[in-house]
């Protein structure tokens, strides 16, 4: 049944304000240093024409990968294009961060030191921190925390993580956030020593945070960085997991020892600055064969169930950073369509909705920045690894922080098929309102009231699995090397608008 919508120029409730790099994204280290990620999907996988051959255990896991080259943060289109977003902050990090030696002297040619997994130069990051410098971003990491700087039993010791933060310190592009390790619940695949538990988590990140605090005070502490909620039954159940749906989640779900929230924190004593967690929708084709009822089929991802994920995973976690954290953001470092490398839809036009609603419910629900996993590796990317092309998500993105403000208003429209509504301030700073409507639904338009003439930027695409989005009808590709194309609205007066079913529009009144 078709919706309808009436959009107002002022006057709505102000629910918060929130950050002006809400919008942010990862370059995992195994990017920076080179080495195994996840496998690129066929154009035909992409397209649904061909069936992706997953793993069924994560004994094949390695099947899944393929080895990478370093990115290369100097490239010119790179950099042009991540620096068009605006402030972001650029996280380093994911599991391949806690298993990275610094060889800041060059003394190993390149061979990782045993108990360690891959090599970091000075070189590759200073390439990061010029990157950084160069897209006006402020920088997150995650350290070293494995078998080759200590064993289970033994505290962590600050003897690498000072190497990093020295160097970054003294080049004039300091860390401005840190998060321990990358996922900590996961024991059996975090990089943590063999035989780490959670009460071995809860006191080395105590030892790193006063470590911080002590040298590096201007750094802002975040974590724990795990997957899940407030506690594992509260969080897989909001997901669904009771009840038999689909639900949200990560690799974790494949793994029987996982520590919940309360474990990795209970008893710690240095206070969290702000709280992290990592989100997904799902678990991608790679893994499915192995987790099936975590695995959302494509012709569900635009539906209520599929979109409501995030917002699921944000309530679920409120209170645990209440507990933990009371009064910080929550930030999700991580967030993609599904944990695995992306769905073979992940791409393509049929995430946007996902992304853009992800967005838009979480700031109904609470400050903080969201980290799309990743700028431009593996196929949840900004970014296409190979050629640095923009993918819809890139053009979403770009709108969203272009269009949308950091005063969030409560728009009065409850979220149903057809009308995802969300209010914001206008970015520019001029008074009125700029809204975003989704309508998800692939067979009724949804009619719209205008009490304004208004800006329109409607995005599309010819198939919901297409690679190329078009904004009012125009197809998003790139001009020349690395030049935008042409991204203005359409003018609309004040009246019904109707939007045509499968659509993503921006307005500004």
């Known amino acids: 049944m078709a919706q309808q919508v009436t959009l107002h120029a002022q006057g709505l409730p102000v629910l918060r304000q929130v950050d002006e790099r809400r919008m942010s994204y990862n370059v995992e280290m195994t990017e920076v240093t080179g080495g195994t ?17 997953g793993a069924s255990s994560l004994a094949e896991m390695g099947k899944l990968m393929q080895v990478y080259p370093p990115v290369d943060l100097y490239n010119e289109k790179l950099r042009a294009l991540a620096k068009e977003f605006g402030p972001v902050w650029v996280r380093v990090s994911g599991t391949w961060a806690s298993k990275t030696y610094y060889d800041f002297d060059g003394t190993t040619g390149g061979k990782a030191p045993e108990g360690y997994q891959s090599v970091l130069t000075k070189d590759q990051w200073i390439g990061v921190l010029e990157f950084v410098k160069a897209v006006g971003g402020k920088l997150l990491i995650s350290v070293a925390n494995c078998a080759g700087l200590h064993c289970a039993d033994e505290p962590w010791n600050p003897s690498e993580a000072e190497k990093l933060f020295s160097l970054s310190r003294d080049y004039g592009v300091p860390i401005d956030a840190a998060e321990f390790m990358n996922e900590p619940n996961m024991l059996m695949l975090s990089g943590a020593p063999e035989g780490y538990t959670a009460a071995d988590y809860a006191r080395d990140q105590d030892l790193f945070f ?35 749906e689909k639900k949200g989640g990560g690799i974790a779900d494949l793994m029987g ?9 209970r008893g710690t004593k240095e206070p969290l600055d702000q709280y992290s967690y990592h989100y997904y929708n799902g678990i991608s084709e790679r893994l499915a064969s192995a987790m099936p009822g975590a695995h959302w089929d494509a012709s569900m991802a635009h539906t209520e169930a599929y979109l409501a994920v995030a917002g699921q995973s944000a309530r679920a976690n409120v209170p645990g950073r209440d507990k933990y954290c009371p009064g910080g953001q929550m930030w999700v470092t991580e967030s993609g369509d599904a944990g695995g490398g992306g769905d073979t839809w992940a791409s393509t036009y049929l995430d946007v909705f996902r992304t853009l609603n992800e967005l ?5 629900i609470t400050d903080g920045i969201i980290f799309h996993n990743t700028l431009t590796s593996s196929d949840y990317g900004f970014l296409d690894h190979a050629t640095h092309d923009p993918r819809p998500n890139y053009f979403a993105v770009l709108l969203w922080n272009r269009l949308m403000g950091t ?42 009231e205008l009490p304004c003439d ?6 599309s695409a010819d198939t919901l699995r297409s690679p190329v989005m078009r904004l009012n009808g125009r197809e998003l590709v790139l001009e020349g090397e690395h030049g935008l194309p042409d991204l203005s609205p359409v003018r609309e007066n004040a009246g019904t608008v109707r939007l045509a079913p499968a659509t993503a529009t921006f307005f500004v009144l």
């Open 360 to 364: 838009g419910e979480f700031a109904t």
């Open 407 to 448: 005063t969030v208003y409560d728009s009065g429209e409850a979220l149903r098929e057809g009308a995802h509504v969300y209010a914001h301030s206008r970015r520019d700073g001029k008074p009125g309102t700029a809204y975003l409507v989704i309508n998800n639904s692939l067979t009724d338009a949804t009619e719209v």
């Open 454 to 459: 208004a800006d329109r930027y409607t995005l």
């Open 257 to 265: 020892n996982v520590a919940s929230l309360d474990d990795l924190m």
């Open 37 to 53: 990620f996840w496998k690129q999907y066929t154009p035909e996988q992409i397209a649904g024409t061909e069936e992706f051959p």
């Open 210 to 244: 006063a470590w911080v605090r002590e040298h590096y005070p201007d750094t802002v502490l975040v974590g724990p960085c795990n997957t899940g909620g407030s506690n594992e039954d509260d969080a897989l159940g909001a997901m669904g997991k009771d009840n038999g």
